[in-house]
Structure formats: structure tokens, C-alpha cells
């Protein structure tokens, strides 16, 4: 199970493009974290989750 902004999902060989193309993120307005790391947006479709994984993604918003 990989650990994603607390909640659990079964994502263990799915890379984190496989992760974001089922959900509503915008790859160009996000940061990822994988375990306390930062993963380059030219990374993703090359980082492989695996059982354990915490990931955290943020979501850039604009405002004023």
C-alpha cells in the first residue's frame, strides 16, 4: 500500500504519472514528495511507488 496525503491506496508498481492520470491534479500547478523527497515533474513517469511509500502532493493555487 503507498500512503497518499494520508490515505492508502494499492498503487505498488504504478508510477506517479499512472497515480496522477486517474485524478484531477494538474501536473504543471503540483509538487510531488515521495518519502521526504521532492520528485522532479521529468521523474514521474520513471518513479515507481512501491509498498510503503508516503507521498505528498500539493497543489499551487494563485490569489491576491
Known amino acids: 500500500m503507498v500512503k497518499i496525503n494520508g490515505i492508502s491506496y494499492d498503487l505498488a508498481g504504478k508510477t506517479v504519472a499512472d497515480y496522477l ?25 520513471s518513479t515507481v511507488l512501491n509498498d510503503g511509500d508516503v507521498v505528498e502532493i500539493v497543489r499551487f493555487v494563485g490569489g491576491g
Do not use: H, L, W
Not at 484531477?24 to 514521474?44: C, H, K, L, S, T
Open 21 to 45: 492520470a486517474g485524478t484531477d491534479f494538474g501536473p504543471n500547478r503540483i509538487a510531488v514528495e515521495r518519502n521526504g523527497v521532492i520528485v522532479r515533474r521529468a521523474d514521474y513517469a
